[in-house]
């Protein structure tokens, strides 16, 4: 766990995969730049690799992540992704082990590793509730918690496998942050996320399939405020 | 085939690999885009994927080209190298196959359609004269005829390899450039392959272990321009 | 390509994959057995890894391929099915290159060689006509001329793809066998292409989802036998 | 973890990878057969996949198990291996995740899932002791601690790491076995893990790389014995 930065809770996750690269990615990440600042959510983006640096250099409270990156050291390794290149065009972080570009669990570890040495924020995606308790061994920054049968199915994580995995993951290490994500289609999944208790959501195709990106990234920012303000108040009130 | 760009021989290619990224790679293409211009020498320089649009934007001379690309199309495909955001980064090709990142065959030839289709020049690598020979029916820009025996060990490849893979390609497709590697250390061997017929050649660790990279730099593009003149003279006289 | 064992025209291949195994692969392995004698037409099996020396043991007249194997030495590679193993085990030989099971195009020269080598008949997929010629360099035995997206589909390749990938991988290497596959059905399917010109095809999904499979390898092996011979007495009385 | 068979400590794991196969491997398997019963230690060997029926069906006393299995269901998978083949082999067990065959962390833990699911017994490689805590959680019956970089190489892992990773992972579950691995050479080797507190070793270069290897597997199953009375002597005499 890399401790140079310190990501507060609520934040949010936006994948754009390879849906999005280039003019259309900036504009985006502008949106998402002006949305995180209105709502005080930090949003988290992993462009293409190709286009770190311009959101880097553009933006001004995005966290820009790598999608992935090698735990290779620095000398060969052609068409590798370096963690230290990935540190030097200005990144936050670094996403590991999605479902799209699943790693064997000694690169994973030695990834995670190889983040920390560098300076990088460790995102690991988990499929099962088992794999999220196994990574929580490994020390990253944050774990998704995704369900690997819900993406982009429109189906969101119901409470309890929220609540179950956010308890079973803290249980082994406090200081790692948990998102819920998988089925995210509109600002009320957002909402319903939250409420049930995650400390940040994400998706991909909920904002790639908006028929106006821009306008469902906004409504999905503004819900995880209004969310977690409620959450929060409740538990002023309660404590 | 792209045949929006067309490379004229002599022609140099320097893989960085995992060995240079950010500042220091910066430098480097800087030195190289001097040399280019120099010594009237095409160079290629095929940089981490996040350093494209920063090589792009601050050399004159230089065909910035990725490391690598996947053949999908725009979509999901979490972690993977779009060839449309290689294009939109500013690149002018891609590199495919190379030993360390190797390609199935079906892949391989879908990348090379794919950027055929989005505007890159593709250089192939191969490993054998039989696998220069398969992939020239696939009709990429360059094929890099590259003993993968010899990559690292300072020991080029012998001019009868050179003439052969040369022609064995050239008559399969004449369009297709050939690049001959392997083994480059310094000047000499550069004038030795260039002399030997190729119309192209290049290092990765000839360059990035000499004590002062950008003196070899120099000194191997000023052989590639000696060489060829010295090849083209004799022709002239000759024809 | 292996010189010692020749495979007549005409053949079949049938490929289970990983449907069947054990006892009901050994049941289907029988019928196939007395249709290759009743027929005359030589049958590949390509059944898991497990079942071959058992297969090769309880027929007679079945042609015993390994569904892939890896090109490593002997020695290390835990997981890896080695060359040597297979012939000990008594197959005849091995496919590679399958769209389920591609291999980058280095590995399947080297396996190729190691086929040779060890003295087994190579069978080797092609998505694409750009492939299978690609292929045809690297001189295996058998070529599959497949593509890809008609795979289980039911839908066959039409008259006009099988002679151009016929005649362009004979062109290039006149001894190498073609098998024309990919949506092959029911007999009339098989008879259709064998009339078509081609030397041998095959099936997975015909025959693994037939309401009764040994009934099915049964009349399209008849099928195969039908055509060819209608082919081969319209060549006697033509040449 | 499948319940269906208990193999009691102490036990050894022969890996011949892929430097033994047919009559040779069937020779050391018959002789690993008798020094089992010798001993009265528990053998585990892990042969080419070709040869598991056959050493199976050769010996009375051996645990023949596959090197991998993949985790796909019946259906497609041409080039895998099928869980159920194995099984239907006659396979006790399957080895998942060495480092020469690693898995992705969701193929793996369906892999465990499946194994449980047709009757195998599943022993599963972990290269650090935080990969050995991680893989604890997706409770399989054994776990081999070998730290990688010490395979090979002759030699051991010393007693603070087997005291350590042992204890660490029965923590998490303690029906689960550990194998100590790495760098076991010979008798004397195999007396140290064991004395160490291991309830199991094995190796596969000391054996493979032996002058008579049948000779190194009677002493080292000799050292297993002998080690393990002496802990089991002195417990008794203390509790």
Not at 154 to 166: K, L, V
Not at 175 to 202: C, F, M, P, R
Not at 212 to 228: F, G, K, S
Request: net charge negative.
């Amino acid at each position: 766990m890399y401790k140079g930065i310190i990501i507060t809770p609520p934040f949010f996750e936006i994948g754009p995969k390879a849906y999005l690269y280039g003019e259309k990615m900036l504009k985006l990440a502008k949106a998402a730049d002006k949305a995180s600042k209105k709502y005080d959510v930090r949003i988290i983006i992993t462009p293409q690799y190709t286009d770190i640096r311009m959101l880097v250099q553009e933006t001004d409270n995005l966290l820009i992540f790598a999608q992935h990156m090698d735990p290779l050291p620095i000398g060969r390794g052609l068409g590798s992704v370096l963690p230290e290149a990935v540190k030097a065009a200005g990144a936050t972080g670094v996403m590991l082990n999605h479902a799209e570009k699943p790693m064997s669990m000694s690169d994973l570890y030695k990834a995670i590793k190889r983040a920390d040495e560098v300076g990088l924020v460790s995102i690991v995606c988990a499929d099962t509730l088992e794999e999220a308790v196994a990574i929580a061994h490994f020390s990253p920054n944050i774990i998704v918690a995704e369900p690997t049968k819900l993406i982009g199915t429109g189906q969101t994580s119901d409470d309890e496998y929220i609540i179950e995995t956010t308890s079973a993951i803290k249980k082994i290490n406090p200081d790692i942050k948990v998102l819920q994500g998988a089925g995210i289609s509109n600002g009320q999944d957002v909402y319903n996320v939250i409420k049930a208790g995650a400390e940040a959501t994400g998706t991909t195709s909920g904002i790639m399939k908006a028929a106006n990106p821009e306008d469902m990234l906004d409504e999905m920012i503004h819900a995880v405020r209004t969310a977690w303000d409620e959450v929060y108040k409740n538990q002023s009130i309660n404590y």
